[in-house]
């Protein structure tokens, strides 16, 4: 039988079972999506694990940051005068004073849900870019998160949290986790409402989540059949124009409806996805194979070296010495299986069963199917 530590074959839906899913599950609404924001910012409060000097980045960027809030870190002014020679001096005592080390330049990333609102909080994530060693205990100051268009939609500042531990004690250094990333629940407010077409446009477009001929128009019929003829149709494979109400909130009310009608989906294609790391065969119930014989055969050597003594005759006046004697042994085996026309997965999997063959076997065997024009489905390798 098949080493099921070594290759695990799943098979999915061996009976011929129907099943109803809702619209919510299997579209999505066309323009309603999220956005991905991201922005750059300085980690501060860092136990000594920050960048330090060794990334002129940061002290550049900590040095404009508290420019921006009124404090001077230049050099001497040119005019003399002696309260603004004692305040440069003071400026530049405390840029002298400043610990870089306990500051870090970081990457700051976030996705904006779709309708999200100016004044609500999202969640952020951080994660260093510089020679720091941890962020732990750090806090992250205000960041501006900026779009695809260069815009500021959401302001990001708050004490991080990190789960990975990074210590280093006389010499000896151990690691759990990542220390250099982490996140900040609630640690945006958005500040700019990203536009949908959802309230503007004439007809609500779904977008089929798998490209399906049958689910689009599957989902049409139901549509119509519910709401009356003409309401929806099929534009292609993936999308579905659907007839919406003008008010935004009957508009809602009208969507809340369609998402929660049950439709049964098309068949998938016939598909096996095989892991080659792991030896993970997925087979659907598609999956059928023409008239065809399979000869699978592992040749095995092995080679054994055996130490022993050689004792010389006595009165002979040899030298008693090792000697390696070599052991080559040849081991072949090999099995067949005949595949009749429009075997079903069941059969595919016993007979593969039958062979006990390894993951790499398992996946050679399907290549060599679908090479042969024996395979009836789409063969995908991962």
Known sequence: ?????????????????????????????????????????????????????????????????????????DGPVSDFDLGDALASLAAQNAQKEMKLENVAAVMVTAEMPAFVKPGQRIDINVSAIGVAESLRGG????????????????????????????????????????????????GATIERLVETPFDTTEYIVLNVKNNDFSTANAI????????????????DGVSI??????NSSQRVSFMSMIENLDVTPGEPPARIVVNSRTGTAVINRNVRVAAVAVTHGTISVKVSANNEISQPNAFSGGVTAGVTNGEIVIDE?????????????????????????????????????????????????I
């Open 1 to 73: 039988m098949l080493n099921m530590k070594s290759l695990v074959l799943f098979c999915a839906l061996l009976a011929p079972t129907v099943s109803a899913d809702r619209i919510k599950d299997l579209t999505d609404v066309a323009g309603v999506r999220t956005n991905q924001l991201v922005g750059f910012g300085l980690v501060v409060g860092l136990a000594g694990t920050g960048d330090g000097k060794d990334l002129p980045l940061s002290a550049q960027s900590l040095k404009t940051m508290l420019s921006g809030l009124g404090v001077s870190v």
């Open 220 to 235: 049409t019929e139901e549509i119509n059949k519910t709401f009356g003829s003409g309401v929806a149709s099929a534009l």
């Open 333 to 381: 085996s090999s099995s067949n299986m005949f595949f009749q026309p429009g075997v079903d997965l069941r059969d595919i999997v016993d007979a593969v069963n039958k062979v006990g063959a390894s993951p790499s076997s398992l996946i050679a065997i399907l290549e060599a199917l679908k090479s042969a024009g024996g395979l009836r489905a789409e063969l995908v390798v």
């Open 241 to 246: 124009a659907v007839m919406a109400p003008i």
């Open 139 to 186: 806090n992250l100051v205000m960041t501006q998160l900026r779009g695809v268009d260069g815009k500021t939609y959401a302001l990001a500042q708050g004490a991080m949290t990190v789960t990975g531990i990074s210590e280093n004690v006389a010499g000896t250094s151990m690691q759990i986790g990542v220390p250099t990333s982490g996140r900040i629940p609630n």
